[in-house]
């Protein structure tokens, strides 16, 4: 099973986490694999995970030039729209 967790941070200074089986990170290095080897900034690339009570979900691994215009949530006090990445 590809079961990865993704625990954030909940305010500045504290540590992000990245848990999953051993399937799940070899996908996750795949993913991180192709993108470097793309060269291409702004593509991204999906990958299909589960969580440990069964809930799937789609991550979206994307490369870019810079980082100044992705806003972070513990900083914007803003939720995740859903469409930026």
Known sequence: MKSLHIHSQNQQHEEARISGTREALEALQ???NQLISSG???KDVKIQFECNDGESYELFVQMKPD?????LPYASGKKWDGESV
């Open 67 to 71: 980082l100044g215009d992705d806003s």
């Open 40 to 42: 291409k900034s702004e």
């Open 30 to 32: 795949k993913a991180l």
